[in-house]
């Protein structure tokens, strides 16, 4: 077969491996909190159940042109992200399209989505909507500060902007890893994957009791189901990410799924501890410890290494 | 000076205008919408949609006061697939929990419009059948089923967590049997429930039709 057709059937494949691995996270995830609560708990398949209704309803509303293009964002945003990481190290069809300046475009790609379900989302006018978009958007970009910081040192360390090297550089053992060699960088990027996992205490564009489902409040739908699959994606592709550069990558299917499960657990057992940060406690939480951190992190790698 | 005075002027007499003259909301009626014509697919669709009951978080009357337990460890209708969500645009379950007084009805509609099709109504409690210990009062409607298409009626008062998890399942019997279609029943017959819910509501400041 033609190489880049062969690239593009490995990329469907390795697509609807992440969905499904992302949806069955969710599904698992809810089962285990709701067993944390003495519940039996939804099925574990409930978030398939719950995109095949949304995508069997009969109608739906929208708002005009950018609500209908808000979801496509996102989904695209998601994908894209994705498809920039090499989701198994070593393997040909995992490998997805990392090249050399990766990490940049793979930053760019998770404001991406945010950006373009702002715009959709602002256009339903709702009020819930507005509010979440602006806490979601400052939130967020409190939280890429240490993010950014944390990648810097990571790249200053590895003298590359590419994750597969960078993943490449880390194996041969547990002593390898990031965890292990920069311990300070691994703390902000991972102080600040809780926010950017928007769980609890970082839920504050969803806030459950204040402005329900905040930007989604007027998604309907197969707009919602858009927003669905983005869901199990777009953190799935983050799990990963952060599983390459902090935590050796993986160099086989079960290995990512036992490291990505763990670090998911981290941000729900977080969440469990925690309750809800107003918007500017978690701006200023961020730009304090996460980033300080971070800038440490920079300077002992860009001066030492 | 003048000008300005003019401007507040006009702007005083645009809002004096009735909702519908302004030019905010959609005018449009619905449409019915048929179910997939392909067995198997309508099937699967209406096994999803008794699967995956999203309550809305509207609590009319006293009876609300017998969803939350509903969430908790002792019932869990999460396993059954049935969630809360806040907004009427993602819901697919409408409970009318208890009496429903005038104030309210303008509000249910409103939310009911919105939900999109399909969509089903619980009425909770002896309220929503005839009344129920509000039958005589001003302020109360006593039947349901006139002003929203009711699929399943839990009577009581209040009924326990259990008949509201009765009803559910109910509910489910007929969305897998495809005969819950309240949503369409109720836009070939909007010209009647229309006429029955203005009987209610004096004070209709709202498009025909809640978009």
Redesign the interface.
Known sequence: MDGIVLKVVYAILSLILIFNYGMLVIGVT?KIV?RA???????FY?PY??L??SI??????HHGVMFWLGPVFRLTGGIGLYMLIPAVYGSEWLQNFSFSGDLILVIYFIFFGMLGMALGAGESGHPFSAMGIMRGLAHTTASEVPFALAIIAVAAQYHTLSISDIVAAQQGGIGHWTLMTNPLATLAGMLAYLGMMMHSPFDLHMA?QEI??GP??????SY?ALMQSNRSIFASAKLILFMNLFFGGATSIPEMVVKTFLIFFFCVFVGVVFPRFRVEQSVRWFLKLPTMIGVLAVVIYTVHG | MDKEKDGVLATIEEARKSFNEQDYYCQEL?KT?Q??ANKIVRG??NW??A??LWIL?FGTGCGSIELPPLF??RY?V??F?I?P???P??A?VFIISGYLSVKTLKRVIRSYE?M???KFVLGLGSCTVNGGMYFDSYNTINRLDYYLPVDVYIAGCMPRPEALMKGFETLKEQIRAGKAEGANHYVENLEWYKANQKQIIKDWDMPEYN?
């Open positions: 809810a709701a609560h003495g519940r039996i708990g939804p099925p409930q159940i719950d095949l209704k069997s309803m009969r109608t739906s509303v459950p329900p489902v989604v409040t007027e998604y309907n739908s919602l | 619905p919408v179910p997939v699967f669709y999803a949609q699967n995956s978080g908790t460890p869990d999460a396993r697939g969630f969500r806040p907004t645009r993602q697919g919105q999109q099709n399909p978009w």
